[in-house]
């Protein structure tokens, strides 16, 4: 059974036991919101930039990467919107002094609608058994009706609260539907107001002559000031697409949820360019081009949905978010934007400088539009890591905790270990890992028992042990150990490293997208 929704604190638990996450600052009693990757955790996080990167810029001619400085130009965020409209909108509770945003407060509230359609849902299946359509289910069963309209109705009168600015409406709305703080269980509530999220800061030495700037809050920005320097010198023909994964920063006022929502955390971002015009054809392709990216790593479909989005950003015709179930319900993994010429056409505005594209086809120049896909690679890795991590009960009646990552993202693909460290078994597994370490991320260890380094390593996430004992020394076998299955089976040594590649190999993996 996957770890359910109590069990979230079992996740961070697990991250920091075994070494993948760490607060920061935790000796200095840590600095909240922000986070530390350690031994293990840096390695999944790379596989999963790496298994990113090979998706969209390995395996497309047509979209090149970037690796854009974090600092820029502060004119860059008045062109961008930012200055003036990256704010989230936010209320105070006056008893317990605690700060929200109005729209979470509101959008949790659906959540717990949204969990009664599920168990309603998942009562009715058990009922109905094979037959049952959960989608007649919702549109016929009048009390799921009910909550479907409810919230529907909900999130579309906040869409339109926000979209209008109406501030006073959002906390009507909060006040309406009976929202009360979870930690006073108060419903007295401050006005709400707009917070800008980015972080200032300044370049330069001295006082008068230093300069505001401000750390990036979306890497995007760096992809479109460099839009026609890559298209030149990369000698781009519309549509193509530019790539790069880089930190950002938002100064979050809800700082929770672990590493769902950090102050700093990366994005891997693809700006793709189009004709005007073609958008909405691109930003579908794209939509489903991610999904099935996501569906490569073979968790089950379920746990992913797209949310159309009834509220727009200021710079798009067009949005959708990826969703996944993390253990705190459905959340945004991932955002789809056609974000028109808007960011093109401003910056040109700004700079003075023109940003357009001469299509030959058209013989015709025009500032293209834009088709954006922006996913966290911190919220990747926690929606990998909450879905993998497993507690089984075995035949015997005892347990073991395994983490059941894709075996291309696992940060160790096989550890090497001799049964006992006496009679030269020792020297004969290093020597094997000597030489699968060419190729592979693999592991040694002698420490313990070998029952107790199994139950380590499948608590690490790594897809093999391979097994040194002394019938190796004569026939130059091992044991091979499946995590998943816990199945056990001898193998030449010879044949280790292709058992391992065809596992791991990430083109086993992206050749299920197609
Ligand atoms: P949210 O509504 O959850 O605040 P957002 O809509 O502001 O997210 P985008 O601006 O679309 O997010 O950013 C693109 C992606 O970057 C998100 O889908 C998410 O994966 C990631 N992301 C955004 N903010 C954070 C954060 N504070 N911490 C970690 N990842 C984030």
């Given amino acids: 059974m996957a770890i359910q929704e109590d069990d979230f604190k079992r996740v961070i638990s697990h991250a920091k036991e075994y070494g993948f996450v760490f607060q920061s600052s935790e000796i200095y009693d840590g600095l909240s919101a922000v986070y530390d990757y350690a031994q293990q955790g840096v390695a999944l996080k790379n596989n999963i930039k790496d298994y990113w990167w090979r998706a969209m810029v390995q395996m497309n001619n047509h979209i090149v990467g970037i690796d854009s400085a974090i600092f820029m130009h502060p004119t860059i965020w008045k062109a961008s919107g930012h200055i003036d409209a990256f704010n989230d909108p936010l209320i105070d509770n006056k008893d317990s002094k605690k700060r929200y945003r109005a729209d979470v407060l509101i959008e949790d509230?659906?959540?717990?609608?949204?969990?009664?359609?599920?168990?309603?849902?998942?009562?009715?299946?058990?009922?109905?058994?094979?037959?049952?359509?959960?989608?007649?289910?919702?549109?016929?069963?009048?009390?799921?009706?009910?909550?479907?309209?409810s919230s529907k109705n909900i999130l579309a009168r906040m869409g339109d609260a926000?979209?209008?600015e109406d501030l006073q409406g959002v906390k009507s709305l909060i006040e309406e539907l009976g929202i009360v703080c979870p930690i006073s269980g108060s419903a007295n509530w401050t006005d709400v107001k707009q917070f800008n999220l980015m972080f200032g800061t300044k370049i330069g030495a001295s006082a008068d002559t230093a300069m505001d700037l401000y750390l990036r809050p979306e890497t995007a920005q760096g992809i479109f000031v460099n839009f026609l320097n890559v298209q030149k010198t990369g000698r781009m023909k519309i549509p193509f697409g530019i790539a790069q994964i880089g930190k950002a920063f938002r100064n979050e006022i809800v700082a929770r949820q672990f590493i769902f929502r950090q102050r700093e955390f990366e994005q891997m971002e693809l700006q793709f360019f189009v004709r005007p015009g073609t958008q909405k054809e691109w930003y579908e392709k794209w939509k489903e081009t991610r999904m099935k990216w996501h569906y490569s790593l073979g968790f089950s479909p379920d746990n992913y949905r797209f949310h159309d989005h009834d509220k727009l950003a200021h710079y798009?015709?067009?949005a959708a978010d990826i969703e996944f179930k993390f253990p705190f319900g459905f959340k945004e993994l991932e955002g789809i934007h056609s974000r028109t010429d808007f960011d093109l056409s401003s910056h040109e505005k700004y700079s003075g400088k023109k940003l357009q594209f001469?299509?030959?086809?058209?013989?015709?120049?025009?500032?293209?539009?834009?088709?954006?896909?922006?996913?966290?690679?911190?919220?990747?890795?926690?929606a990998i890591f909450s879905k993998a991590l497993e507690e089984e009960t075995l035949e015997n009646g005892s347990t073991r905790t395994v983490l059941k990552l894709p075996a291309v993202l696992a940060p160790t693909k096989a550890a090497i270990l001799p049964l006992v460290k006496k009679d030269g078994l020792s020297e004969l597994a290093q020597s094997i890992f000597e030489e699968l370490q060419w190729d592979f991320a693999v592991s040694y260890d002698e420490k313990d028992a070998v029952g107790r380094r199994y139950r380590r390593?499948?608590?690490?996430?790594?897809?093999?042990?391979?097994?040194?004992?002394?019938?190796?020394?004569?026939?130059?076998?091992?044991?091979?150990?499946?995590?998943?299955?816990?199945?056990?089976?001898?193998?030449?040594?010879?044949?280790?490293?292709?058992?391992i590649d065809r596992a791991v190999n990430v083109k086993h993996w992206l050749q299920k997208m197609k």
């Fill in 316 to 318: 798009a015709d067009a």
């Fill in 109 to 149: 509230h659906v959540a717990k609608i949204e969990a009664k359609i599920e168990k309603e849902l998942a009562k009715a299946a058990k009922r109905f058994g094979d037959a049952f359509d959960p989608e007649q289910y919702k549109a016929t069963n009048e009390r799921v009706a009910g909550y479907v309209a």
């Fill in 358 to 382: 001469f299509d030959p086809e058209l013989n015709e120049s025009y500032v293209p539009y834009v088709v954006e896909t922006s996913i966290g690679v911190d919220r990747m890795f926690l």
């Fill in 457 to 499: 390593q499948d608590a690490l996430g790594t897809p093999f042990c391979i097994t040194v004992d002394h019938q190796t020394k004569e026939d130059q076998t091992v044991t091979i150990r499946h995590r998943d299955t816990m199945a056990q089976e001898r193998v030449a040594i010879s044949e280790l490293s292709q058992i």
């Fill in 162 to 164: 926000l979209t209008a």
